[in-house]
């Protein structure tokens, strides 16, 4: 009987040590995908509050809940099954060209946003974002509405790039990681924009107080609010970039890998053979340089490949004059 017990409670134990080594599967293939969609995570962190700025302080919080909600949403019931649908029966050449196509919007808005810089033309999110206070609840859905939807874009490319970083792991463990990210992503994005959107209230707050120091602190609060606002959206350009450079030199290396038409070696080639040079060449701080090199000339494939798309686009008839217009 004993013997019995020590052999259920040692196959339990095994069970209890599998699951752990599962449970820390899944957390480090999560932390990888979630690492390489980090161009879009800034990118969403940096695009929401925007729709909020101008909008009733008590109407922020919820505004940015349904925001999150539709985001869950969109990643879970719409953006997953059609990934793991993809992953499981689509040829192999499917993914990589999606990913192609997410790479290169991604250095197409990085380009945009350039572009809006230099030219001190006005992104769309902002023209939204001014109008928001005179809003009423109609509106305010609309508005809502609109912002999932952007969501959904951004949320498909993480998703997608995620998606990437685990295809060699079993179906279930896929479905599993992809869950983890969407959760964890969402959670992140808009647990950093409420902080960020409710930062001038709380300084405002402490400004009011009779102390001299929290009346400080309460007033750089309410200053850093639009240069932490204009260095995420910097950070944000850069990410795009750098992700979609990156994104666009691995998959035409895998086209090429499988033969594939579109496929293209040389410029993935060219950048791995400097990276490794200049790792090689500088000793203990080789693999910080390395990478510095691999992201700063991703980020060039990405403004280049960018400015391309976006000249394209502004040249079109209706596009270029809506450019104009903002």
């Given at each position: 009987?004993?013997?019995?017990?020590?052999?259920?409670?040692?196959?339990?134990?095994?069970?209890?040590?599998?699951?752990?080594?599962?449970i820390d599967d899944v957390g480090a293939a999560a932390g990888r995908a979630s690492l390489k969609a980090a161009g879009?995570?800034?990118?969403?962190?940096?695009?929401?509050?925007?729709?909020?700025?101008?909008?009733?302080?008590?109407?922020?919080?919820?505004?940015?809940?349904?925001?999150?909600?539709?985001?869950?949403?969109?990643?879970?019931?719409?953006?997953?099954?059609?990934?793991?649908?993809?992953?499981?029966?689509?040829?192999?050449?499917?993914?990589?060209?999606?990913?192609?196509?997410?790479?290169?919007?991604?250095?197409?808005?990085?380009?945009?946003?350039?572009?809006?810089?230099?030219?001190?033309?006005?992104?769309?999110?902002?023209?939204?974002?001014?109008?928001?206070?005179?809003?009423?609840?109609?509106?305010?859905?609309?508005?809502?509405g609109g912002a999932i939807r952007t969501d959904f874009i951004l949320s498909a490319e993480i998703m997608v790039i995620?998606?990437?970083?685990?295809?060699?792991?079993?179906?279930?463990?896929?479905?599993?990681?992809?869950?983890?990210?969407?959760?964890?992503?969402?959670?992140?994005?808009?647990?950093?924009?409420?902080?960020?959107?409710?930062?001038?209230?709380?300084?405002?707050?402490?400004?009011?107080?009779?102390?001299?120091?929290?009346?400080?602190?309460?007033?750089?609060?309410?200053?850093?609010?639009?240069?932490?606002?204009?260095?995420?959206?910097?950070?944000?350009?850069?990410?795009?970039?750098?992700?979609?450079?990156?994104?666009?030199?691995?998959?035409?290396?895998?086209?090429?890998?499988?033969?594939?038409?579109?496929?293209?070696?040389?410029?993935?080639?060219?950048?791995?053979?400097?990276?490794?040079?200049?790792?090689?060449?500088?000793?203990?701080?080789?693999?910080?340089?390395?990478?510095?090199?691999?992201?700063?000339?991703?980020?060039?494939?990405?403004?280049?490949?960018?400015?391309?798309?976006?000249?394209?686009?502004?040249?079109?008839?209706?596009?270029?004059?809506?450019?104009?217009?903002?």
């Amino acid at each position: 009987m004993s013997a019995g017990l020590f052999g259920l409670l040692d196959d339990i134990a095994v069970l209890a040590r599998l699951a752990a080594a599962s449970i820390d599967d899944v957390g480090a293939a999560a932390g990888r995908a979630s690492l390489k969609a980090a161009g879009v995570v800034v990118d969403d962190t940096a695009v929401t509050p925007q729709y909020v700025q101008g909008v009733a302080a008590q109407r922020e919080l919820p505004i940015i809940k349904q925001i999150a909600i539709g985001s869950v949403r969109n990643k879970l019931l719409f953006i997953l099954p059609a990934a793991l649908l993809l992953s499981q029966f689509a040829p192999e050449w499917v993914l990589p060209l999606i990913l192609v196509g997410g790479g290169t919007f991604l250095a197409y808005e990085g380009a945009h946003k350039v572009w809006e810089k230099i030219s001190h033309h006005e992104a769309p999110q902002q023209a939204e974002g001014k109008v928001a206070a005179e809003i009423g609840p109609e509106q305010e859905k609309e508005m809502v509405g609109g912002a999932i939807r952007t969501d959904f874009i951004l949320s498909a490319e993480i998703m997608v790039i995620s998606l990437n970083e685990v295809l060699e792991e079993p179906f279930f463990s896929r479905a599993v990681v992809l869950v983890v990210v969407a959760i964890a992503i969402t959670a992140v994005v808009y647990g950093v924009v409420a902080a960020i959107v409710k930062m001038d209230d709380v300084g405002l707050a402490l400004a009011q107080r009779s102390s001299a120091l929290s009346q400080r602190i309460g007033l750089s609060l309410v200053r850093a609010m639009p240069r932490l606002l204009d260095v995420i959206a910097l950070v944000g350009t850069a990410a795009m970039l750098w992700v979609g450079g990156h994104i666009l030199l691995a998959q035409f290396h895998e086209l090429a890998e499988l033969d594939f038409f579109l496929g293209w070696n040389g410029p993935y080639e060219a950048v791995h053979h400097l990276e490794e040079a200049v790792h090689d060449a500088t000793g203990a701080v080789g693999g910080v340089l390395g990478w510095v090199v691999n992201t700063t000339l991703s980020a060039v494939v990405g403004l280049v490949v960018g400015a391309v798309v976006l000249a394209i686009v502004l040249a079109l008839p209706s596009r270029s004059k809506a450019a104009t217009a903002h």
